[in-house]
């Protein structure tokens, strides 16, 4: 079994800081971060990093079989509120680069993929509260199309093939370390930039709009810990759910207001009311807890402080 690991898409949300957590795991030698554009500034000495486009099978082969991988992260991704604006080729991102990498595996150059899911695989019609791992599911984004049909090739592949690829439908992800994506839950990462910059942020969501959210540290734990759980656990395919936080921009603003009492939030709904009226307000994750113990442990007072002090110190210098 080939040992190291390549993260497509390492320069995104997630990808930024899983990659440090598989390095620190695995060895900086051991993991190559890959994605469309080189990183801004000079790559730290000891840090693998290939320039490649996800979506060119020639490439992703190439670059699999230069560094004998033997893990993929594929992370690359067009997100929901910017697929929406690009409907074909958010489907190319999203849906080739799964393509091209379980195609890869089902022929035995890599033997585990990790690829993420979302809970816009859910539509209007699927169960708002305590949303099961099964139900109906009609998603009426581009970017929920993709991943639903994502998870039935994956399942596909994994029965016909016997491809080892694991999944979580992400919730929306919120750290002080990254910048909003393109996501209709990044609302929750940019208020606090906001309320520390500006004192006041303009909400594109309406104030009772529950949403599943999740900080990034259990986000991350949770994929590694799935990404370990014996296989025998988890051989049946599942874009497992996953539950941490349900929230509204008037609950996050009253925490937030708890630190930072003159903090003032508006409320102007755009295009992406509409995405976030389509979601889950909570997740039931009773499958990934039986089958490999998840369990979330981030609150929204701890997510709130967190984001708060952090960003306190990345977003002024000393003396400002």
């Not at 929901?80 to 999203?94: F, G, I, M, Q, Y």
């Not at 910048?179 to 910059?197: M, R, V």
């Not at 998840?294 to 984001?307: E, F, G, R, V």
Request: aromatic share 10%; hydrophobic share 40%.
């Amino acid at each position: 079994m080939k040992s190291k690991t390549l993260v497509i898409g390492a320069s995104g949300q997630i990808g930024t800081e899983l990659t440090h957590q598989l390095r620190v795991l695995y060895g900086f030698d051991q993991v190559i971060a890959t994605d469309i554009q080189p990183p801004v500034g000079e790559i730290p000495e000891g840090e693998l990093f290939d320039v490649l486009d996800a979506t060119d099978g020639d490439a992703v082969r190439a670059c699999v079989e230069k560094h004998q991988i033997g893990t993929v992260y594929l992370l690359a991704a067009m997100l929901s509120a910017t697929a929406e604006k690009a409907p074909r080729k958010a489907w190319d991102l999203n849906m080739n680069s799964l393509l091209i990498v379980l195609d890869l595996a089902k022929d035995g150059l890599i033997d585990k993929i990790f690829w993420p899911s979302s809970i816009a695989v859910f539509g209007p019609t699927s169960p708002k509260q305590n949303t099961p791992q099964a139900c109906v599911m009609e998603p009426t984004t581009v970017y929920g199309i993709s991943k639903l049909a994502g998870e039935n090739w994956c399942s596909y592949y994994q029965n016909k093939y016997g491809v080892d690829v694991r999944s979580i439908r992400y919730p929306g992800l919120i750290s002080w370390k990254a910048l909003p994506g393109g996501g209709t839950t990044d609302y929750a990462i940019a208020i606090f930039h906001e309320a520390l910059k500006t004192g006041s942020y303009n909400c594109f969501l309406t104030e009772n709009t529950v949403l599943p959210m999740m900080h990034m540290d259990d986000a991350l734990r949770a994929t590694l810990e799935l990404m370990h759980a014996d296989l025998s656990d988890v051989n049946q395919f599942k874009a497992y759910n996953i539950a941490g936080l349900s929230f509204s921009p008037k609950d996050l603003s009253k925490n937030i207001q708890g630190q930072i009492p003159n903090f003032k939030i508006l409320y102007q709904p755009d295009f992406r009311q509409s995405i976030a009226d389509s979601w889950p307000s909570s997740i039931d994750d009773s499958e990934a807890a039986q089958d490999w113990k998840w369990k979330a442990q981030i609150d929204l007072d701890h997510l709130t402080s967190d984001m708060i002090n952090n960003l306190k110190t990345t977003l002024f210098t000393p003396n400002d």
